[in-house]
């Protein structure tokens, strides 16, 4: 197997597996897995080729045991700033990609691992996953999106004891309390990870950046803007060849071929 430090699997179908490929680390956030998968990242934005992006880790062990705290041991402040600052930029790039993601959580997802499934769209667990924010029991918070993301998913009081406690949640929990939208056997994670995916493979690519787009603006703005911003994203879909394509299939009854056009 490749040592790159994100493994990058395509598939005919347009969905793509970024595997974070540091299993001798638990997949932990250093600079050079960083940079990888943000140059990926960066790329798959405007690849009409890559529909859906699909994040998972290497190792039955760990999706992500969050920063490289053995890096960050050595690094100077100012590298230390530097790095937290790309590691932000990384978890904000994963939430505004143009297209669906889904973390496949496979074992450990703490700290900013457990970020970074939160960034993603969509979250599948297996049924062993252990998910966590332990930073207030290491002297700092969650500073790559939980403190924000985490009670927009889940409403503040849970979203307080996760962060106070530190307390760790298996595969089966995380679901119950909607952290994760399902959760499966281990040995079945990449498998329900593709079956999740596969009606969204076959939705209009514009159509899918758009409600994105418009979900996640939406949830920072009081209704009436909300309903601004979704009729602005709406009339980003009314020329696409895609849309007509859907008419025409209707009418023809037949299945629409969407070409993200
Ligand atoms: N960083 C570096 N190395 C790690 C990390 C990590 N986060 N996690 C595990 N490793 C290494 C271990 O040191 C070990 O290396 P070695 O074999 O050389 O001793 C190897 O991976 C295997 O680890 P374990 O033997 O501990 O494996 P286990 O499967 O028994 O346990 C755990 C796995 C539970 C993941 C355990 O290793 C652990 O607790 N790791 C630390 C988890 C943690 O606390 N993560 C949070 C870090 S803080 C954070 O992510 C904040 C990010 C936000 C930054 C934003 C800034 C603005």
């Known amino acids: 197997m490749s040592d790159a430090p994100v493994l990058i699997d395509r598939q005919d179908d347009g969905l793509v597996i970024l595997t974070l490929n540091r299993p001798q680390r638990r997949n932990a956030l250093g600079k050079e897995l960083v940079t990888a998968l943000r140059q990926t990242l960066d790329a798959l934005a405007t690849d009409v080729e890559a529909r859906v992006v699909v994040i998972t880790g290497a190792g039955p062990k760990a999706f992500c045991a ?27 790039e994963i939430a505004a990609l143009p297209k669906p993601t889904i973390a496949a959580i496979n074992g450990y997802a703490l700290g900013g691992g457990c970020e970074l499934a939160l960034s993603c769209d969509l979250r599948i667990a297996a049924e062993g996953a252990s998910l966590g924010l332990p930073e207030t029991h ?8 939980g403190t924000q993301r985490l009670p927009r998913l889940l409403g503040p009081a849970l979203a307080k004891e996760l962060i106070f406690t530190s307390r760790r949640l298996t595969g089966a929990e995380a679901a119950a309390i909607g952290l994760v939208n ?10 329900e990870a593709a079956n999740l995916a596969a009606p969204i493979l076959t939705a209009a690519p514009i159509a899918l950046a758009q409600a994105k ?14 309903m ?10 009314i020329p696409t060849e895609d849309r007509l394509e859907a008419l025409a299939a209707f009418k023809e009854k037949r299945r629409p071929q969407f070409k993200g056009r």
């Open 66 to 92: 969050g920063a490289d705290l053995k890096e960050r041991a050595q690094m100077s402040p100012p590298e230390v700033q530097r790095f937290v600052t790309a590691l932000r930029a990384m978890m904000d």
């Open 138 to 145: 290491l002297g700092i918070i969650p500073g790559a999106g």
């Open 182 to 191: 399902r959760v499966c056997p281990d040995d079945k994670l990449l498998e």
């Open 213 to 226: 787009a418009a979900i996640d603006a939406g949830l920072e703005v009081d209704l009436a803007s909300g």
């Open 228 to 237: 601004k911003i979704e009729k602005a994203c709406y009339a980003v879909t």
